[in-house]
């Protein structure tokens, strides 16, 4: 995690997808779709995600459990 002159945590690929437990492909997919924010920094540098960007998309995507009718 690094952090900018702004104050913000950004996150990179790799340490989402260690905390999902899911494929680098489906988390660049999130971002090429919209889903997930990210800042493209190009070449090997890849993708910065906002920390309160991918807790909003954690959040948007926590189930209740309920049934929906």
Same mark, same amino acid.
């Given at each position: 995690? &690094? !952090?900018?002159?702004? %104050? $913000? /945590? #950004?996150?990179? @690929? =790799?340490?989402? @997808? /260690? &905390?999902? +437990?899911?494929?680098? !492909?489906?988390?660049?997919? #999130?971002?090429?779709? %919209? /889903?997930?924010?990210?800042?493209?920094? %190009?070449? +090997? =540098? %890849?993708?910065?995600?906002?920390?309160? /960007? *991918?807790?909003? *998309?954690? +959040?948007?995507?926590?189930?209740?459990? +309920? $049934? @929906?009718?």
């Amino acid at each position: 995690m &690094t !952090q900018a002159c702004d %104050g $913000a /945590e #950004w996150l990179t @690929v =790799s340490e989402i @997808v /260690e &905390t999902l +437990k899911v494929h680098e !492909q489906t988390v660049r997919r #999130w971002i090429r779709e %919209g /889903e997930l924010p990210a800042l493209e920094l %190009g070449g +090997k =540098s %890849g993708y910065r995600v906002r920390r309160d /960007e *991918f807790e909003a *998309f954690l +959040k948007e995507r926590t189930t209740t459990g +309920k $049934a @929906v009718a």
